[in-house]
């Protein structure tokens, strides 16, 4: 009696035929394989470790070569026809791959087939001997035409040669083209030239994101590997999902600069070039001549194509000072530390760098460029209700185009700043210049999603978050991955948002966090009490978490107080004088009949959203200052300035969780049965339901549903 198949048999037998449905595509890999069984890469990549040791693109060509074998032997088909019927873009690497799998090549099998018995092959000389006589005189009667055909016959050869070869190159060019460039090792005695060290590998990694042929992660990405052995190349590649590693080391003495790079080919650790520079700096030029031919010989040793205009890119010289260039890179080391640990003193070590820099260059564009970005982080929050709203920063961003029109990271500040300021059609425009010159631009494609998701588009918001997905690795891919469920809860697809959130808790563990997405699901789709336990369970886990709960309609109406102190806190900690949350804040105390000290805060919300609405701030273009301002009124009974700022939120789309909460909100508790409340409801319930239909039809039309 035959035994049933365990699990883990009926597991592979699934992939494997559908592997084998889709044996002559040469493009299905590990990806598709995930997404035709249902599963996240992670998830098929974890379970095929745990049965036989083994990743999804092992398999994969695992597969395809059993079938290969297979084929060899009952069909009459060559070596090489057989390459391509099986998935496999190139016979010299099936060869290759064949030989290492079973211990011989392709080509024995169709000899040992092809060989006859030893009676045979005598038989076959005798007749040949017969017959030579007469063949010599045939051939030199033909000889001539035998030259011809011959001749005709190379000709032919080495021309399909020529086409397939370079239908492979294009075929391979295609599929290999991401790459990773890692933290620069510093060689020096000491780590007092390390910034330098930084500062060429940024440049280099800025001149390979501007060809438009390659997928470029950020440096973000990356960073996280800065002076690790642990992990082998293809083992970082893998974590990655990249083909290729750039990875450098060297070291600046005096005026000397050195320099080894290497580009590899991850999977087999493959030197596919590698080069040494050593050069004495007596110019700029001859740092940013180094760059600029590390990036084309990238280029050109993985066949991609670089234009005209990205050439122009990476062979411009931002300065020709090299006091000006030094004091540029240490000016970049300090801004790193700020963005990174917010120490107030690395924010003023930068902006004395940056000064020094354009004092020695006023037209350093590049360093206008960096203290506009620093300033911009450093005082976003402090003047978000000033009229003045870090209009330092756009005059100093204009500066630096006046310079040089092509800075990428000049049209992405220019359109945040046009973002918060209400200015929306101008920050689109932005950030699409931006994208233009550097197609790798992660941060441009995060910001462009928001820039559609306050204009209630959200196939543009989904889908430049799943662009910027591709260029981020590292520790960002958690919260960009948490976002992309957040945009596919908002329009009310349940399985993508939980497939997201699955995959966000599956990189960081965070259960905390994993416990507010899953609340805010539940609360989604109108599971309240489930939502609520959820909610619960954060301080629970981490009684420092200080995400922004979502309120969650109930019998009970309750608010965790902790939590909202804790966000105030939060808020005052970082220097910043407001909180969306105050209105919360003020609700939370009338509960417990501190309504005096409610009144501040209450006072707090109405002149934070009165400000956001009067400059244009994102605050108020999102709607979310329209909500909070006719809450706190509703709440204050004062009915006409309610309904007049619900009015001006039910104008455009709200997201389903939005929807919900409304409907239960404790601050509209006095006019939820009112018949004009209940017709501003049945409004935003109809444009929802309008663009997940809308959403809907684009997911199905792209595949991804």
């Not at 999977?267 to 600029?292: F, V």
């Not at 991955?481 to 959130?501: M, P, Q, R, S």
């Amino acid at each position: 009696m035959t035994e049933p198949a365990t699990t883990d048999q009926v597991f592979i037998k699934k992939l494997t035929e559908i592997i084998l449905a889709n044996l002559g595509n040469e493009t299905f890999g590990v990806k598709e394989l995930a997404q035709e069984s249902g599963m996240s890469l992670y998830s098929l990549n974890r379970r095929l470790n745990a049965i036989n040791k083994k990743t999804g693109t092992q398999f994969i060509r695992e597969v395809r070569l059993k079938k290969a074998l297979e084929m060899l032997k009952y069909e009459s088909l060559t070596a090489s026809e057989i390459s391509f019927r099986v998935g496999f873009s190139s016979p010299a690497y099936f060869n290759v791959c064949f030989s290492e799998f079973f211990g011989y090549p392709p080509g024995k099998i169709k000899k040992e087939s092809l060989a006859g018995t030893e009676e045979n092959v005598l038989n076959q000389r005798t007749a040949k001997h017969e017959q030579k006589k007469t063949i010599r005189q045939a051939i030199v009667s033909l000889l001539p035409w035998i030259l011809l055909v011959c001749t005709f016959i190379v000709i032919a050869v080495l021309f399909v040669f020529y086409i397939q070869n370079k239908r492979q190159s294009k075929v391979l060019a295609k599929l290999e083209k991401s790459i990773a460039v890692l933290p620069f090792t510093n060689d020096s005695p000491n780590d007092s030239t390390t910034y330098f060290m930084d500062g060429v590998m940024e440049e280099i990694l800025n001149n390979l994101q501007k060809i438009k042929d390659f997928r470029v992660l950020s440096r973000t990405s990356t960073e996280q590997y800065r002076g690790s052995t642990k992990l082998s190349l293809p083992k970082i590649a893998k974590e990655l999902g990249v083909n290729y590693i750039v990875e450098a080391g060297g070291q600046k003495y005096g005026n000397t600069f050195r320099l080894r790079v290497q580009l590899i080919k991850a999977a087999k650790e493959g030197h596919l070039w590698a080069e040494s520079y050593e050069k004495e700096i007596r110019e700029t030029k001859d740092i940013y001549g180094i760059q600029s031919e590390i990036a084309q010989s990238i280029t050109s040793a993985l066949k991609a194509t670089l234009t005209p205009e990205e050439k122009q890119l990476i062979d411009k010289i931002p300065t020709t000072d090299l006091i000006a260039y030094d004091l540029y890179q240490k000016a970049n080391n300090y801004k790193k530390d700020y963005q990174k640990t917010r120490n107030i003193s690395s924010y003023q070590n930068a902006i004395t760098f940056y000064k020094a820099a354009i004092e020695i260059d006023s037209t350093f564009a590049k360093a206008y460029t960096g203290w506009a970005s620093i300033y911009f982080e450093r005082y976003n929050s402090e003047n978000f209700i000033k009229k003045g709203y870090v209009d330092t920063c756009l005059a100093m961003v204009n500066k630096a185009l006046s310079l040089d029109n092509q800075l990428d990271e000049a049209y992405y500040i220019k359109g945040w700043y046009y973002q918060e300021n209400g200015h929306i059609k101008e920050a689109l425009d932005n950030y699409n210049e931006a994208l233009r010159i550097n197609p790798n631009y992660s941060d441009a494609y995060f910001a462009r999603g928001y820039v559609f998701q306050i204009t209630c588009d959200y196939i543009g918001y989904i889908d430049n978050f799943q662009r910027a997905l591709k260029l981020i690795s590292g520790d960002q891919r958690p919260s960009l991955l948490e976002n992309l469920g957040e945009a596919y809860a908002d329009v009310g697809f349940n399985d993508k948002a939980k497939y997201f959130y699955h995959e966000t808790f599956a990189l960081d563990s965070n259960k905390a966090r994993y416990s507010n997405d899953s609340a805010f699901i539940e609360l989604c789709f109108g599971n309240n009490e489930e939502s609520r336990k959820l909610n619960k369970k954060v301080p629970e886990i981490d009684s420092t978490n200080i995400d922004y709960p979502w309120y969650i309609p109930g019998k009970s109406n309750e608010w965790n107080n902790f939590r909202i102190k804790k966000i105030i806190e939060y808020h005052k900690k970082r220097g910043e004088s407001f909180s969306w949350l105050s209105h919360r804040m003020g609700w939370a105390l009338c509960q417990v009949g501190k309504k005096k000290e409610a009144e501040y805060y209450f006072n707090q919300e109405i002149k934070y959203c009165e400000e956001s609405i009067k400059l244009g701030r994102s605050y108020a273009t999102w709607g979310h200052a329209y909500y909070d301002m006719a809450g706190t009124y509703a709440f204050l009974g004062d009915k006409v300035k309610a309904y007049k700022y619900l009015d001006e939120w039910s104008m455009n789309f709200q997201p389903l969780f939005m929807i919900n909460i409304f409907k239960g909100d404790p601050l509209f508790a006095g006019i939820q049965k009112e018949d004009r409340f209940q017709k501003i409801t049945q409004n935003v319930e109809a444009k929802y339901q309008a663009e997940h239909e809308r959403v809907r039809k684009w997911l199905v039309g792209q595949g991804m549903l």
